[in-house]
C-alpha cells in the first residue's frame, strides 16, 4: 500500500515529530500563510498522522498515536539532516 505525501505535508509533520505545534507556529516554519495549514493538516488527519485539539482559541496539533505516526517520528529522529520531502 502506497500512501502519497506531498512536501508541505512532510515538513509540517517533521515539525510536529518534535513536539506539538499551535497552526500559527506551523505557518511561519513552512513560511506559508496561516490559510494554508488547515488544507495540510486535513490530509494528514485524514492519514491518522495529527490529532488536533482546540485549547481556547488555538488549535493545537500534535503527532498522533497510531504505530505509523510514530514510526514517521522514529524515521524522522535518526535522520535529522535528511530532505525526507525530496524522497
Known sequence: ????FSK???KALR?????ESTLGELARHLKVTPGFIPRVLRGLEEKGLVDIRRE???KIVRLS????AQ???????SRPAA???GW
Do not use: W
Open 1 to 4: 500500500m502506497s500512501i502519497g
Open 8 to 10: 508541505p505535508e512532510i
Open 15 to 19: 515539525q510536529i515529530a518534535m513536539g
Open 56 to 58: 481556547g482559541v488555538k
Open 65 to 68: 498515536v497510531a504505530s505509523h
Open 71 to 77: 514510526n514517521f517520528k522514529l524515521l524522522s529522529d
Open 83 to 85: 530532505k525526507i520531502e
